[in-house]
Nanobody, 125 residues
Framework: QVQLVASGGGLVQPGGSLRLSCAAA?????????TGWFRQAPGKEREGVSC????????HYVDSVKGRFTISRDNAKNTVYLQMTGLKPEDTAIYYC?????????????????WGQGTQVTVSS
């Protein structure tokens, strides 16, 4: 099982920005597989937010974040980022990253992927 470590969350006002980071443990190369960002708000099911594929680095975004969130990967740092701008209260959730296939409908957790602790994002005035 492979867990990735999400960080960078925090409290931000509506309209603000945050950059989340997703790091892998030593020995696991993020660009060998896709990486997905997921989020789970209180009382709701976990949903896929964005993903970046291996190889050509194709990306996908759920409709609710298109134009506001940008996913990227720094192979030299073995890190995937999620730049979030124009944050809204409805973006409040725990955000997780995990090894994922990046499919047309969004990220799908790979069989060897496991959920880490995630990072809390709270958007509130």
């Amino acid at each position: 099982q492979v867990q990735l470590v999400a960080s960078g969350g925090g409290l931000v006002q509506p309209g603000g920005s945050l950059r989340l980071s997703c790091a892998a443990a030593s020995g696991f190369t993020l660009d060998s597989y896709g990486t997905g960002w997921f989020r789970q708000a209180p009382g709701k099911e976990r949903e896929g937010v964005s993903c970046i594929g291996s190889g050509d680095g194709s990306t996908h975004y759920v409709d609710s974040v298109k134009g506001r969130f940008t996913i990227s990967r720094d192979n030299a740092k073995n890190t995937v980022y999620l730049q979030m701008t124009g944050l809204k209260p409805e973006d409040t959730a725990i955000y997780y990253c995990a090894p994922s296939s990046c499919l047309a409908h969004g990220p799908q957790l790979l069989r060897f992927g496991a959920w880490g602790q995630g990072t809390q994002v709270t958007v509130s005035s």
